[in-house]
C-alpha cells in the first residue's frame, strides 16, 4: 500500500510540472519531494550492514501556496512511511503518518505584514533565534503563532513574533516571543557610500519547571521559568570594506539536556571583509559560552533547538574532504576562519581564467574545565588551497588540497588526528550538451582509520540525462568500499534520481549543522517537482 501511494504522489507531481494553475485573479503553487529508500542486508557492512525489518523508508513532502495580491496562504503536509533510517523524525510519536508540518495567513503591504500560522524566520545571524525546515536534516523548528512587521521608509524596521515551537511531529510545550529592530543611520542621514546601521533582539522562552516530578530542575539551579536572551549587532559598508559584529547575552539555562547545572550564556561573533577587482579577503570570529538553546527543556534529540550554531567551517562536497566534518561545541569554543580569493582572465578570451583560492579554520576549546589537562584544546584546524583553471571552453580542471587535524573527544582529552586529501576534478564539454566530470581523490593519514581512495565519473547529456558512479574505498584498516551508481533525469520542473549503493557511517552536514546517519546498502529513488 505504501508504495501505490507514493507511486501516484510521485505520478501527480510528474504530471503538474511546468503548469500555471489559476484560481480566479490569483496564483496557485506547489512542489512535491519524497525520498525512498529499500534497504537490503550487506554483510559487508558487519552488523551494520542488516536490513530494517521493514526493509523500507520514504520521506515525503507536498507544499502548496495561494498568492493573490497582498494575500497569500499556504500548507505543508509530510508523510514518514516510516522515516529514512538517520532521521530522529522516525523516533517520534506519531512519525509513521501523514500529518500537517505547517500552515500559514500572510496579509502584507508596502510597510505593514502580518503572518498568522507557522512562522520561520531569523534574528540577526540566528544566535538567539532561528526556525527554519532542512529536510536533509530532517528539522522543522516552525513556530505556530502570530508575526507582525513594519517598515518606516528605509530608516526602521520593526518586527515581533509570539507562538509555540514545532519539535517534531508536535510542538512543545513552551512558548517563544521576541522582537527584532534595524535602523539604518546612513539612510537617516542621507549617505551614499557609507552603510551603517544599528540593530537588537530580544527572545523570551517561558515553560513551566514542574512538568515532570522525574526533573528537578531547581537542584540543578534552574529556578525561573523564562529564559531570556539579548543581542545587539552593527553592520557596516564603505566601497570594498564590510564589517559586522554581533554579542549575545543568555539568562541562566540548561544549554544541553545533559547539562549539570544552569548556567549563563554569551556569544561574540565578527566579520570583516575587503574586496578590490579581482582579489577579495573575508575573516569570521566567533566565541561561544554555554548557548546551546532546547525548545523545551523536557525534549530530546538534535531537532530541540532554538537557535542556529552552524559550524563556520570550509563546507566540502568532495567525498574524502568531507569524510569527518567539524562538529561544533556549543559548551563552548573561540576561533574562527579565514578565506583569500584572486582570480586572473585573460583578457583576449575571457573563456580562460584561474580562480585561486585558500582558507584557513581552527577552533578551540574556552574554558579550563572543558578538558583533562585544564588548558585549551584543539577542536579543529583545516588548512585548504584550491586552484581552479578554465583552459578553454571544453575543459576545466580543479586541483585542491586539505590539511585538516581533529579532536576525536572534542577537547576533553588531549589528542587529535590528522589528515591529509588530495583532489583532483577535471570537466570536458565535448559539445553544447554532452559533458563528462572526474573526481580522484586520495586521504593520507597515519590515525584513525587511515588511508582511503575515492573517486567519481559523471556523464551528462543537457538538460534530460546524468549518469554516474562513485566509489569510497579504505586501503589501510578497514578495507571497505562504499559505491554508488545511478542515473537522473530532469524535464520541466520534475527531477528524477535512481541510485543504488553502500553507505558509510557518519555525519551528514547541511548549511554547518550536521545529523548522523548508520551505514546501510539499498535502492534509493528520489523526486522533486513543482508547479
Known amino acids: 500500500m505504501k508504495r501505490i501511494i507514493l507511486s501516484a504522489l510521485a505520478a501527480c507531481a510528474v504530471s503538474a510540472a511546468g503548469a500555471q494553475i489559476r484560481l480566479g485573479d490569483g496564483q496557485l503553487t506547489g512542489s512535491f519531494e519524497t525520498n525512498s529508500i529499500y534497504y537490503v542486508d550487506d554483510s559487508g557492512l558487519g552488523d551494520a550492514g542488516t536490513a530494517p525489518d521493514d526493509k523500507f523508508g520514504s520521506n515525503n513532502y507536498l507544499k502548496v501556496d495561494y498568492n493573490y495580491g497582498r494575500f497569500s496562504a499556504g500548507l505543508q503536509a509530510d508523510a ?91 510542538y512543545a510545550d513552551s512558548w517563544v516571543r521576541g522582537g527584532d529592530l534595524s535602523v539604518s543611520l546612513s539612510d537617516i542621514f542621507g549617505s551614499r557610500e557609507l552603510q551603517l546601521s544599528l540593530e537588537g533582539s530580544y527572545v523570551n522562552r517561558y515553560e513551566a519547571l514542574d512538568k515532570d516530578e522525574m526533573l528537578d530542575f531547581e537542584s540543578r539551579g534552574l529556578t525561573s521559568s523564562n529564559l531570556n536572551m539579548y543581542s545587539g549587532r552593527m553592520n557596516l559598508a564603505w566601497k570594498g570594506l564590510s564589517l559586522r559584529g554581533e554579542y549575545v547575552a543568555k539568562s541562566k539555562d540548561l544549554p544541553t539536556a545533559v547539562t549539570a547545572s544552569a548556567v549563563r550564556g554569551e556569544a561574540v561573533l565578527g566579520e570583516l571583509g575587503f574586496s578590490h577587482k579581482a582579489f577579495s579577503i573575508s575573516g569570521t570570529f566567533r566565541m561561544l559560552d554555554n548557548m546551546g538553546t532546547m525548545l523545551s527543556l523536557y525534549g530530546t534529540g538534535t531537532g530541540n533547538t532554538l537557535n542556529y550554531l552552524p559550524a563556520l567551517t570550509r563546507q566540502y562536497t568532495y567525498m574524502l574532504a568531507n569524510l569527518n566534518p567539524y562538529q561544533v561545541n556549543v559548551e563552548g569554543e573561540i576561533g574562527g576562519q579565514v578565506d583569500v580569493y584572486y582570480t586572473i582572465r585573460n583578457k583576449q578570451n575571457r573563456s580562460r581564467y584561474w580562480n585561486l583560492h585558500a582558507n584557513y579554520s581552527t577552533y578551540y576549546t574556552l574554558r579550563g574545565e572543558q578538558s583533562m589537562t585544564g588548558n585549551r584544546e584543539l577542536l ?149 517537482s513543482s508547479f
Not at 505584514?113 to 536534516?137: M, W
Not at 559533458?435 to 582511503?452: I, K, M, T
Not at 534520481?497 to 553507505?503: A, F, I, T
Request: some cysteine; proline content about 2%; overall charge positive.
Open 80 to 170: 514518514y512511511l516510516p522515516a529514512l533510517q538517520g532521521y530522529e523524525i522516525g523516533q517520534q510519536p506519531g512519525a509513521h503518518k501523514f500529518y500537517l508540518s505547517s500552515k500559514y495567513i500572510q496579509w502584507q503591504d508596502n510597510n505593514f505584514s502580518v503572518l498568522v500560522g507557522d512562522i520561520f524566520d531569523q534574528f540577526g545571524n540566528g544566535l538567539i533565534f532561528r526556525s527554519f525546515e532542512d529536510r536533509q536534516l530532517g528539522f522543522n523548528n516552525s513556530l505556530e503563532g502570530i508575526r507582525g512587521s513594519y517598515r518606516f521608509g528605509n530608516y526602521v524596521q520593526l518586527k515581533a513574533l509570539y507562538g509555540r515551537p514545532r519539535l517534531y511531529t508536535d
Open 380 to 528: 579543529w584546524q583545516d588548512i585548504n588551497v584550491d586552484v581552479e583553471r578554465q583552459w578553454n571552453k571544453r575543459l576545466k580542471t580543479t586541483l585542491l588540497y586539505s590539511f585538516q587535524e581533529w579532536n576525536p573527544h572534542h577537547g576533553y582529552r588531549h589528542r587529535t588526528y590528522v589528515s591529509n586529501i588530495f583532489v583532483a576534478d577535471v570537466t570536458y564539454k565535448f559539445d553544447r550538451t554532452k559533458s563528462l566530470r572526474v573526481e580522484a581523490q586520495y586521504l593520507l593519514s597515519d590515525e584513525y582509520e587511515g588511508d582511503w581512495v575515492a573517486g567519481l565519473v559523471e556523464f551528462s547529456v543537457a538538460p534530460h540525462w546524468s549518469v554516474f558512479f562513485s566509489d569510497m574505498y579504505n586501503i589501510d584498516k578497514t578495507k571497505t568500499n562504499y559505491y554508488s551508481g545511478g542515473f537522473s533525469y530532469t524535464k520541466n520542473r520534475t527531477r528524477i534520481q535512481l541510485s543504488y549503493g553502500r553507505n558509510r557511517a557518519g555525519y551528514v552536514c547541511s548549511g554547518g549543522v550536521c545529523r548522523y546517519s548508520p551505514a546501510y546498502t539499498g535502492l534509493n529513488l528520489a523526486l522533486t
